[in-house]
């Protein structure tokens, strides 16, 4: 494998020499929607039904006994890079039906993981293969320390890992998407500066051009060896500043910053509950009405020297990690699914949340169900890992990830959304996507006045584009970072994303074909 890349590294030692002083990012697309879903989570209840139903990203070899190794034996992968073979999870979203009480599972639209690699004095290297990290507080069921605004500094104060976006139809704020009297206690709440995001569920329908309602997470950077791979409680950490660098602790490892954006089809639900009133039906699916408690997993399966390729000589950006120069292995090109291992209904209308999960939160109560110290004592997988229906591809003190209730690192922001595509399955490899603020706002750590969502018009075609002379590529990707930011702000990836809203604003809609191939 290193021979592989030693041609590209020789080719892009310039730009990879300064990487990281200006920082870089690129998005990772997948194929389809998701792998599978289900109530299983390797991390949390390993061997075990996990307490509630997640959504799963990434390789087939995904199952409740999930290690690294499994997972780089996956046999395909909806990631659209190939090579990689992690696993990205995440709640998945419910209904409440005011008048009957039952439940309905709400359309996962398409989900995207930014990889940033940020402006650090630290060299920024690969996931260990089985890395576990967690984000976010599954069991909060109270407004973040932080409160609405955005602090993506733990040096800082308290960092809200996790956030909500509503855009509105035209930008439209007039009637804010969270109840602007809301203290928290019994509503979600706005952010006062950026009108399309807040902390927790918003009371109206995010009915923005192309933007449903979003879930962001941001997950800590710092890797402690000492803790080890599988202690996510202690073996992550986020960077703070250090005169403009985001640096982490001495003896820890800089990892890239994943950020997820996942979407959901609220918008479907219009009509059938009263807006505006404080209160939403909305409900992760371990029963948390107030959506403070969006959390996501990751567990890496990358192939270690292509991701440092990659982050070594790719600031691809909005245009998709599909774009970075020198993917040797090439992209996943068809859809990778997997049954779920628990054998019961999760979609449709149920008359409970699967797990049998009680609502909790505002009304219902601050204090979330116990976590039990192992998965659903009354089942467990009812059957084997199933095989891919797929065929075979070819070839110093930090606050920590885990402590609760709330983890401390980059917040959120807004983004950009889609809605219904109604093109056809694209070819490879994808075109220019979405520009999401929230991104952006989470690679500028000290900037405390986010921008206000950007809704851009219908998405245009675009044409394809093959990258195949690296040379070229280098040139062109070394070019595009910002040449200036401001003293002792890291805004490089606030500059580059907007910099993409302005030129790729019509490539929005390519990001939900790619998610859409398959329902």
């Not at 169900?369 to 192992?374: A, D, E, H, I, L």
């Not at 959304?417 to 220019?432: G, I, Q, R």
């Not at 003293?487 to 790729?504: E, I, L, M, N, Q």
Request: charged fraction near 20%.
């Amino acid at each position: 494998m290193k021979s592989a890349f030693a041609t590209a590294a020789a080719v892009l030692a310039g730009a990879a020499s300064a990487a990281h002083e200006t920082g870089t990012f690129a998005v990772l697309r997948f194929t389809n929607d998701q792998l599978t879903r289900g109530r299983m989570d390797p991390i949390l209840f390993p061997g075990q039904t996990s307490t509630h139903v997640h959504h799963i990203m990434g390789g087939s070899g995904f199952s409740t006994k999930a290690t690294g190794k499994d997972l780089q034996k996956s046999k395909c992968s909806n990631a659209l890079v190939k090579g990689d073979n992690s696993n990205y999870w995440f709640p998945t979203l419910y209904f409440h039906d005011p008048k009957s009480g039952e439940f309905q599972d709400v359309e996962f639209d398409y989900f995207n993981a930014y990889y940033f690699f940020e402006k650090t004095h630290d060299d920024i290297k690969p996931f260990p293969v089985g890395l576990q990290i967690v984000a976010g507080d599954a069991m909060t069921r109270t407004m973040p320390k932080a409160g609405s605004k955005p602090n993506l500094d733990p040096s800082k104060g308290p960092v809200n890992p996790a956030r909500m976006t509503c855009p509105r139809l035209n930008n439209d704020y007039t009637i804010p998407s969270w109840d602007a009297k809301s203290d928290g206690k019994m509503a979600g709440v706005g952010d006062p500066v950026n009108k399309g995001e807040g902390v927790g569920f918003p009371d109206r329908t995010c009915d923005g051009k192309f933007s449903p309602l979003r879930a962001d997470v941001h997950f800590p950077s710092c890797y402690n060896p000492e803790a080890g791979l599988t202690d996510f409680k202690n073996n992550m950490a986020y960077p703070e500043d250090n005169d403009g660098y985001l640096d982490c602790p001495k003896g820890w490892i800089h990892v890239p910053h994943l950020f997820y954006e996942a979407y959901w089809r609220t918008d479907k639900f219009t009509g059938r509950w009263t807006e505006g009133e404080g209160k939403q039906p909305f409900v992760f699916s371990n029963g948390d009405v107030t959506g403070y408690s969006s959390h996501a997993d990751f567990m890496a399966g990358w192939d270690e020297d292509l991701l440092q390729h990659i982050i070594d000589t790719c600031n691809a950006g909005t245009e998709g990690m599909d774009h970075c120069p020198g993917l040797t292995y090439g992209l996943n090109k068809g859809d990778c699914t997997i049954e779920s291992e628990v054998d019961e209904k999760i979609t449709g209308t149920l008359s409970k949340l699967p797990g049998n999960n009680p609502l909790s939160g505002f009304s219902y109560g601050d204090k979330a169900p116990s976590m039990p110290s192992g998965g659903d004592k009354e089942s467990s997988p009812s059957k084997p890992s199933a095989q891919p229906s797929a065929s075979k591809p070819t070839s110093g003190e930090k606050t920590t990830a885990a402590e609760l209730p709330s983890y401390t690192k980059p917040a959120s922001g807004s983004n950009i959304v889609h809605e219904e595509p109604v093109a056809p399955k694209p070819t490879l490899p994808s075109n220019p996507a979405v520009v999401s603020e929230a991104a952006a706002q989470a690679t500028d750590v000290l900037s405390s006045a986010p921008k206000p969502t950007d809704i851009f018009d219908k998405p245009k075609k675009c044409k394809t584009r093959v990258h195949t002379v690296w040379n070229t590529v280098t040139v062109t990707q070394t070019a595009s970072v910002p040449a200036q930011t401001e003293a002792g702000t890291p805004s490089y990836k606030r500059d580059h994303v907007r910099r993409h809203a302005h030129h790729h604003g019509s490539g929005h809609n390519h990001l939900r074909r790619r998610s859409h191939l398959r329902r």
